[in-house]
């Protein structure tokens, strides 16, 4: 099996969002010697526990656990992020400096905070603005086009519907230190069980994919493939 | 990559279904050396063109050219399949006499022939009976869990909504072959152009993918996967 | 608030099948003295653990810890059951006989058994037919109309989508012993991690509760109110 | 049966669209001793009917029947409401200043006038920034979480399908009242029939529910109960 | 514009749905001289009011005062109806036999009597085996094809989603004739108050066009124009 | 058949769109002397091929073939489009000045250019804001409502599900001065083979239509229709 290394770029509207909603996948990813940048769309200074310096210093930690460079970016700021075009060209700015393989961003429907939507549509069109050659604000970069986006859910109720396919990734390798990953974001698990709901949720995505703990990944484009040995293993147990 | 080969076993409700809707995927598939059998749940016989010792020449004929097995299952004739209890086991009875690794079925979705969305059902549902150890009619056959479900769709109006990621199949290699294989059902040409409109069918969807020809297939479940590097080029061209 | 006893008729495919997707509901239910009946459609004859001798005698076993009167219906046995109108009358009669206020049946949906779909739909049928009153195969039992109908997901692949309200029931007092229920199907247990995948899913909906386990009922219908104080709590914690 | 009041917010895009698409709902929470505001995101001055000042004496008129408290909030002007992060923060401050129990707003999906769409995102979106600690611009304002989140449709056309289940609130006893309210929008009566249309609407689902006359509520949250005694009536006529 | 005269077959479950569903729009039709033929697959004989003869003779009258031809199709009886091949069949032998231009049925969605849910369906598949060369049973009758295949929705809760472009048909100068269309379903009108619902119906969706009442058809297939000026009026008013 | 002449505007976000998506619709149109303005909200300033004077020039150009008017107006650039109020009230001046018939715009969903998705919300609101008397901005031009709205895909990735009735445009006649049209494009031909693409497309959509080519369009409005004869073909062959 290939072991192809990937430029990865995980994008979050606040500090904890990449952690909690695909972080044991970044583990695996880097363990393998991926390279990861992430964004960071907001320093999360609307929240009700921990100042703007405290959770960017959280994020920071998380990153250095990861072994990821970190960016912060400015939209807005928390709860103040727009889905307009001049934000979408601020994250093609980010892709085409980052230059990834892969583009991680959360996903767009369901009953969720707003900036997470947000965060998911300007993903989805910055992907298309940072390979056009024709943008003056962007000429200093690049045109760069990622070859894979997936999607992840931050909370269960980000989650598509059970009948569009996705990917479960195997984490059961990385349980522990996603829960110290986890762990960096304190402020935030002061008043809410974030680890304990996170734990739950891949336990249970990985009790139904046969292993011990699983995240998903929701896979924005069609794959293209010449033989059906390309493909990796179908989920069919229940 | 990976080059393993499969046992492939493709399920159709009429002698043509499985060469006009993953005609071309069969013959990369067996060019790389997968085993491949052909199972047709009716021999045509309702028809406007062709009797049906003609349709079951024909799809004999097409198996020759694909070099796979061919059987005729008995479930009631065409236009006259019922989405039972007792089909379910007949088809399940197939599966385990086959054990495939891979099984590819009609979708079952949109507005066609009845007989489509009857197979499609009752292939979804023999691939959990194939695998249940207590079926007494089934006990001379010992259980067998398949590997991959693929759905493919006979026409146009068959194909799920774009919204469902999927995986495309370049066929450019196989396309001329596949003119030929469809061709096989010259009963089904006389009055449809049917080899035209799959082709261009094929066509787009292989414009559409930066090839020149691919044919669709619906995966049924999730895929899991360890680490990125598993997985299948993305398509991302527009 | 109102402590209504109610009658209630919980139908089920499988032995176990009641038990794994609301036997927490159900326990609560019994211990405000409602009054359960259960309804099996097979004795899981077909599954690859547990002779049909066992399996009703572990289903017998966990009706006695819920207190509850249990049926098993004859509807063509396990993998074999069919959504036909003759099947929607045997349901009706048995609503007919057990006179409930709510009916509990599987969801339809998603990728499942195939006998949890056809439950659905017969359940589906059976409450209409259980109140029209020319139906002279059932003309020994008076009509009857139950009051509510709510569906419940075997599998979290059974799970409607997340867009649609459905109720989430607090089961943290039930959870102890309905993992004894679930223990009575123990030849289930064999092979499958049951007991844990649906402790981790009654879990993971607790805790984007803000409780500890909840399982969820899908409402068939629409609610009448005559003001909005007849409504319970909403869940808005993330 | 409770008789907890409530505090009520109810928002519209326009002077009339609170009145026409729940006007019975308020009228017969305002005669339990429910506390009810309304917020009108605009004078409705791009209207071909009516001046602002009409407009605004039309809703204050029909705020008095009611017994409402009334406030026009300036979110950019009718036919120019945009759905920013801005005007989200907008609404959070009505929402805190409010301090409401329950929150009606528009539904978002169909074919109908934009503003409609604006105002019920926005209002999806501000429910959370209220009740967020760190938000600097509504730090005048103590947090608010309300309890109950409920969307209206103002026209048939922005109905969710039917399939998603609604609470139908009976406003039989409201139903000639509400008539009156509805004329209060005299301006908006000269070349549309709107109050034969919103009666025929509430007509025919009251038939359908076995009852007079109904408005319908769409609930965005998940219920949760400890027993099903806590629910309401299932409407199971047709 | 044309005044094309159409065969009309309209299909129903029982004796009533027609009448209730679309019984409007058949009036304006055989006004302008199409020739219409009803065909009801059970004479009600499950209903609690009143006998099959009664509903037969009521179903007569009606059909005498549409000037149409009636037909009691034998396919299992009230409450029994399967969605069956055989019964697929017979029901493309129904076709075969009429030769009707337009064929209407009932939808198949929504929360609605199992018996629509049946006919719908078989109708569906029916249109497709009637116009099949080689189907033995119905070689006595020759083969047929339809030119428009349209659905009604016998109640609300059947109706498809409002996103889904619908055709609204004026019934205006029917609607006095409609209610004793549906008048002389007498049985049926004791304990329910279908008429007051079917004419609330009506006029909602009238009012919504610009209209008195208008009744919706539904179409099963694309429409094939040359040029825009083949179109009907669109519904542009809200 | 009526051969009303039509006022037509079609509105695409760049010089290209238009062609591409019904460009073979607008060639029949002004053949049988409707009249045809373009506007067209970029200059393609943005792309990787082609300056935005080249852009300009070719998509005149093609206007001149089409015998069509064509504006360009400024929405923020190409990539930099918003979904905003006041973009809204810029596309209803351009609707008031041309006065169209029949408005033709680009469909919403789909996985495709950000601008595209702009702009048919743009013109969804924008043809409510020319009809309303009160919008002091245009208070220079007389308000104006649209007969027609449809809405056309410029990729095969933008087509709404095939559930959804569409129609299908018989461009046979057209195809070759099609092509001639979409080859004024000449720097977007560069590098991407969208002349084969969209006719591959085109031609798939005839073959399946029983023709030779066709392009689609999705109605935006139900249509209201007094006969049945007022409706054009039905496409009823596979």
Known sequence: MSNEQFRILAVGAHPDDIEFGCGGILLAEVERRSVL???????????TNGTPEEREEEARKAARLLGATIEFLELGGDCRLNAS??????????????????????????????DHIVVSLLCRHAT?????????ELGDQPVHA????????????????????KLRVDIGAQAERWIELMECHATQLRTRRYVELQTARARLLGLTSGIEYAQALYPVDDFLIHTLSELPASVRLF
Chains 1, 2, 3, 4, 5, 6 share one sequence.
């Open 37 to 47: 940048s992430l964004c960071i769309c907001s320093r999360g200074e609307a929240g």
């Open 85 to 114: 075009a001049s934000n979408n060209l601020a994250l093609a700015r980010v892709i085409r400096k980052a230059r990834p393989d892969v583009l991680l961003s959360p996903t767009a429907g369901g009953n969720q905070h707003p």
């Open 128 to 136: 298309r603005l940072a390979r056009y050659g024709g943008l003056g």
């Open 146 to 165: 990622i070859k894979h986006h997936f999607e992840y859910a931050i909370t269960p109720g980000a989650e598509p519907p059970n009948d569009r396919p």
